[in-house]
């Protein structure tokens, strides 16, 4: 069965252009309209309802809903359905991310575009299964072992799940690498407005395939299409004959694990295709900075009251402003280092003990104070403890 | 303007569906901001259960009440259990025959809403009578936008038990006073 993305049908299955409803379902409609056609999935609080959205909509979409036996089993399938040629995700939150990881490793290796959405708790292990944390900031970058560059987002509101699923694939696409959307319970479980773009109002990006000979086609080589350092993608079924390994191998693909220089351009290729971008592909959003001698740098749940925060703030006359990370990885290391010089504080509030805190002290110049502003248990900090952290500055 | 309404009962009453139909009416069928959310037990039925909306004419940032402007109760429990926060003008709805114990020393509005709804044969749609009767009291949200989130949200084959309910509610709610 062929799927093609046919843009009325799958308006047509979501319904009206402005509705009211929770941020996983969100992010089920921003995977439809992006165009995909397999999910796999297991379900898990708090990420649940994006897998049920998908099995009631996905197949009325023209695509193919499966719930496989555990998480594992889900990113495998994923993969295995990018290579058959499809937009392919799955959902999950902080137990289930973590048995993602050796195949999570395998999909930035094999260069495999596609979607994991974590719907972030907390843990160690099962946690606090209901309720939302960002427990996961780190691992999304690290916790597959070896070296390579993550590509994450992290949604502050509703219509933002819909929104970052759609660029999650388009970024997918483009880099042939896994993309993480880093929900979290909170933002996942509330019910917001979400307008559902037209499709004029939307940008789509499919992968660019292979077009080459076959005989001299290599698909792990800079494209031959565009000069990219992104392979150009040999679809399965369409002739080419491509070998798809974990092990670091050369550019047709085969297997070749002993020589130093085989890794390191390998390696440095997967990096760079990606770190390359990094200023054209960060997003953020700034508020109030101008003239701000404190700045929130915050992302995803949190920036909800710290937004709040900054405008009791500013009642008070204090200069304060935020910067939000809508892209958290690769990490904007420029843009922290110059904001570092421009305020004497940056308060990082974050739903755990402090992870991108760790990266902002990296990148910040010396001169500037960093706070960790943490808080665990499954609730977001209040605005009025972030207040009191501002005057306590 | 910013308002935050705090809605609760047990589970199986069908307080997640009324905080849903109020953000609802607030942002698809008006023009206001909405956000709404929920804590409930791990029963499906039973345990106390609340939803919450905040409503505003501008863009909400943090997305759970900060203290209470509008409380509705529709059974003892959650009465006693979320009351902790109202603001001092707080306005408080109960149904005085599902929250009998409710003196608490503050003006309430009593709306027999569970009444309403075993007079119109079917004690599911107590809660859309709540949602008739907040409308009374308080015009927040015009009244066309909250009827025409109720009819979005309920089967259809229970459009007009829901607006029988509704109306009735309101109608109470509109004479209602503060006690």
Redesign the interface.
């Known amino acids: 069965m062929k799927y093609e993305r046919d843009p009325e049908r799958i308006r047509r299955v979501l319904g009206n252009k402005i509705q009211f409803i929770q941020g996983d379902m969100a992010v089920a409609y921003g995977g439809l309209l992006a165009g995909v056609s397999f999910f796999g999935g297991y379900p898990i609080t708090p990420a649940s309802e994006v897998a049920e959205g998908m099995a009631r909509l996905l197949p009325r979409c023209g695509g193919c809903f499966i719930q496989m036996e555990d998480e594992i089993a889900s990113i495998a399938a994923v993969i295995g359905a990018a290579w058959g040629g499809a937009k392919a995700m799955t959902a999950t939150s902080g137990p289930g991310f973590s048995l993602m990881m050796e195949n999570y490793g395998y999909a930035v290796m094999t260069e495999t575009p596609c979607v994991i959405a974590n719907v972030q708790r907390t843990g160690p292990s099962t946690g606090q299964p209901t309720l939302g944390a960002q427990g996961d900031m780190m691992q999304v970058r690290w916790g597959s072992h070896g070296d390579m560059e993550a590509i994450a987002l992290a949604p502050s509101t509703v219509q933002e799940s819909l929104d970052m699923t759609i660029q999650s694939f388009n970024l997918s696409e483009k880099y042939r690498h896994p993309v993480c959307l880093m929900t979290d319970g909170e933002v996942g479980h509330l019910r917001e407005k979400v307008v559902i773009p037209d499709e004029d109002e939307m940008e789509i990006f499919d992968r660019v395939t292979a077009t080459a000979d076959r005989e001299t086609f290599l698909p792990f080589a800079e494209s031959p299409t565009n000069g990219s350092k992104v392979p150009d993608f040999p679809t399965f079924g369409t002739g080419y004959r491509t070998y798809v390994t974990g092990l670091t191998h050369n550019e047709k693909g085969f297997p070749r694990t002993d020589k130093q220089p085989d890794h390191e351009r390998l390696v440095m290729r997967i990096i760079t295709k990606i770190t390359d971008d990094r200023e054209e592909m960060m997003d953020v959003e700034e508020i109030a900075l101008e003239d701000a001698d404190i700045a929130f740098v915050t992302y995803g749940a949190s920036a909800r009251p710290a937004e709040s925060a900054v405008a009791l703030a500013r009642e008070k006359g204090l200069k304060v402003g935020m910067l939000r990370l809508k892209l958290v990885w690769p990490f904007p290391r420029d843009l922290i280092t110059e904001l570092s010089k421009k305020v004497n504080t940056i308060i990082v509030p974050e739903m755990n003990l402090g992870q991108i805190y760790h990266v902002i002290k990296e990148f910040a110049v010396d001169d500037c104070d960093i706070i960790c502003a943490p808080k665990i248990g499954g609730e977001m900090h209040l605005p009025l403890e972030l207040l009191e952290i501002v005057e306590g500055c | 303007m910013k308002k935050d309404i705090r809605i609760c009962g047990f589970g199986g009453q069908g307080v997640i569906l009324s905080g849903?139909i109020i953000?609802?009416a607030a942002?698809?069928f008006h023009t206001f901001?909405?956000?709404?959310?929920?804590s409930y037990g791990p029963e499906a039925r039973g345990g106390a259960a609340r939803s919450e909306v905040i409503v505003s004419d501008e863009k909400?940032?943090?997305?759970?009440p900060?203290g209470v402007d509008v409380y509705v109760a529709i059974a003892q429990e959650a009465f006693n259990t979320y009351q902790d926060d109202l603001r001092e003008d707080a306005i408080i709805i109960i149904d005085p025959d599902l929250v009998p114990n409710h003196d608490i020393g503050r003006p309430i509005y009593k709306v027999q809403v569970q009444k309403i709804a075993e007079d119109l044969g079917n004690k599911i749609v107590t809660n859309i009578a709540m949602i008739g009767a907040i409308s009374g009291i308080y015009d927040l949200i015009p009244k066309e936008a909250m009827l025409n989130a109720v009819v979005d949200s309920v089967p259809k084959r229970f459009t007009d038990l829901n607006i029988k309910a509704f109306e009735r509610g309101y109608e109470a709610g509109k004479n209602a006073k503060p006690e």
């Open positions: 849903f953000g609802k942002c698809v901001n909405a956000v709404q959310s929920q909400i940032g943090y997305p759970r900060t």
